[in-house]
């Protein structure tokens, strides 16, 4: 599934994933009115709601991107109803030939954390059949555990021929509480990051490995020394725009030959209506101020990438 | 909700917390054969064997815990339909007047965090409804990603009267890599510990803080620090039992009352039928010898909090 990625980045010529994780408050308001008129102010209706708001963005969006990236948090906060919505998405676009990370964080050990890589990214065993719970492409999995929680991902992930994203340092302004203590003279993410190298060294693509990494576009320094410990890692970048980070912070992430990173936007993208550069689109034509948000993102990139070729 | 576990814990006379994961290798097969025979050997199948395995045990020995402890993975993995019977055991559990321990390890950073909390235990918002998705007691939680991620759980335990158990040292053997570092001469797990009582300290219960953590019975040595870096935090205390903990490793994480841990019991309550000691019972009578497991298990921790009195 790596190469998969990589096959669409190139094709694309767009290092970009399009975070679909749909706060109800991003929903414009006659798309809600729909679905309630038809569920009810129910956690079917607020369902609804999501999955035709995603929809409609894919619509718009999935010829000039590689990947997105369901938060699962979104759809798990509206219970089951909001889980199928997930599931719905995660299908559609990948019918749409989008590779979807499931951005879910899970990390657990043993025969908790294998039940957990086989509901995103494997089979389970019911009697003499097989399913694939929601079977996404990629998940993203918290190391907090060590290689006990790890282990049983790589398994399936090499089952499977898909695909892991280790959070080793995310964007968000805390994570140095304790992913930049120091030990022995190093921060903790530069030991996670090793981990990840190893982990993803029996694990390879054709040019990158299953084991990808987790590194936030607000912390480019220590992207660029990531970059070196983990050579072979995908890089998967949140915090673009609404979190604070720009095109030229961007170089640090990625390999000379423009590859190796794909950076995140999610309320950039899909709620680009309600930011006054896009306004001109109005709620109605919310996925038309989506795409031009694309445009404007895949041109900042490109833009930033040029001078490092 | 401590308030409410502690009473319980204090009436039954049991600090105990039975982990529901049902693996379906766990589920006997008289009970695996009626689901399949109404649902097939399908998603739907799979989960109704699991409730109707979790239901029978837990009518069998609600009356001798303070608490139960559902692991989503384990319902997670059989998809929608798992989930589905996460919910009924959850509600189920809470019509017996157990506290349910949500083991979801959830971990992320601002509305995702918050999206986290109000799906497990919150409250969302549907134009003028509110919803509780799946309303567990308390939910454990992840803390990699520092106070961003835990400051939303705050709000909503703060709200809902409701509380989190964050992991602190985990009972895996894989635990140390990340969390025994040393940052200044001290664990990291340490560090965690006391953020855990900072972030404690302005949601107290009666005794307790509504922030607890885990530390597993594995590690008793830690256990007997964290104890005193956390004088307000409830330990959950995995490992017991099949992880290799016994009752007498569990004093270092009891306060000298007997209260201020509770230990969590898996396989060994729930699957004790396949342990040679209770094999008596058989497939037909497994939730029979659950109840004499969680009796066995009490007696055990009881004589050991002896020695501290």
Same mark, same amino acid.
């Given at each position: 599934?790596?190469?998969?990625?990589?096959?669409?980045?190139?094709?694309?010529?767009?290092?970009?994933?399009a975070?679909l994780d749909p706060?109800?408050?991003y929903v414009?308001?006659?798309i809600?009115?729909?679905?309630?008129?038809?569920?009810?102010?129910?956690?079917?209706?607020?369902?609804?709601a999501v999955w035709q708001f995603n929809k409609e963005i894919v619509d718009?969006?999935?010829?000039?991107?590689?990947?997105v990236?369901p938060?699962?948090?979104m759809y798990?906060?509206?219970?089951?109803?909001?889980?199928?919505a997930f599931?719905k998405t995660v299908?559609y676009c990948?019918?749409?030939?989008?590779?979807?990370?499931?951005?879910?964080?899970?990390?657990?050990?043993?025969?908790?954390?294998?039940?957990?890589?086989?509901?995103?990214?494997?089979?389970?065993?019911?009697?003499?059949?097989?399913?694939?719970?929601? @079977?996404?492409?990629?998940?993203?999995?918290?190391?907090?555990?060590?290689? @006990?929680?790890?282990?049983? %991902?790589?398994?399936?992930?090499?089952?499977?021929?898909?695909?892991?994203?280790?959070?080793?340092?995310?964007?968000?302004?805390?994570?140095?509480?304790?992913?930049?203590?120091?030990?022995?003279?190093?921060?903790?993410?530069?030991?996670?990051?090793?981990?990840?190298?190893?982990?993803?060294?029996?694990?390879?693509?054709?040019?990158?490995?299953?084991?990808?990494?987790?590194?936030?576009?607000?912390?480019?320094?220590?992207?660029?020394?990531?970059?070196?410990?983990?050579?072979?890692?995908?890089?998967?970048?949140?915090?673009?725009?609404?979190?604070?980070?720009?095109?030229?912070?961007?170089?640090?992430? %990625?390999?000379?030959?423009?590859?190796?990173?794909?950076?995140?936007?999610?309320?950039?993208?899909i709620?680009?209506?309600?930011?006054?550069?896009?306004?001109?689109?109005?709620?109605?034509? %919310?996925a038309?101020?989506?795409?031009?948000?694309?445009?404007?993102?895949?041109?900042?990139?490109?833009?930033?990438?040029?001078?490092?070729?």
């Open positions: 599934m790596i190469n998969q990625l990589t096959a669409n980045i190139r094709k694309t010529g767009a290092p970009i994933v975070g706060m109800l408050g414009p308001e006659h809600q009115k729909k679905a309630y008129a038809e569920f009810g102010e129910t956690l079917e209706g607020a369902a609804e718009h969006i999935w010829d000039l991107i590689p990947a990236k938060q699962i948090a798990e906060q509206f219970g089951i109803p909001g889980l199928e599931k299908d990948k019918q749409k030939g989008l590779v979807v990370i499931g951005d879910v964080k899970r990390g657990d050990i043993g025969s908790t954390s294998a039940a957990y890589a086989v509901s995103h990214l494997g089979r389970v065993q019911v009697g003499s059949k097989t399913y694939a719970p929601f @079977d996404e492409d990629f998940a993203t999995v918290n190391p907090y555990l060590g290689s @006990d929680g790890i282990d049983p %991902f790589l398994k399936v992930c090499k089952e499977e021929k898909k695909g892991i994203f280790i959070l080793v340092k995310t964007s968000n302004p805390s994570s140095g509480e304790f992913q930049d203590r120091l030990v022995d003279g190093r921060p903790l993410y530069e030991l996670v990051g090793e981990k990840v190298a190893a982990w993803g060294e029996e694990l390879m693509g054709e040019e990158y490995s299953y084991v990808g990494a987790v590194v936030g576009a607000t912390y480019p320094e220590m992207g660029r020394i990531l970059r070196k410990i983990m050579p072979k890692a995908y890089i998967l970048v949140p915090g673009y725009g609404a979190q604070g980070g720009q095109g030229k912070d961007l170089l640090p992430f %990625f390999n000379e030959d423009g590859m190796g990173a794909i950076v995140n936007s999610s309320r950039g993208i709620a680009a209506y309600k930011q006054e550069k896009y306004a001109k689109y109005g709620g109605e034509a %919310f038309e101020a989506s795409r031009a948000a694309v445009e404007d993102m895949k041109a900042d990139i490109s833009g930033a990438l040029e001078n490092i070729r």
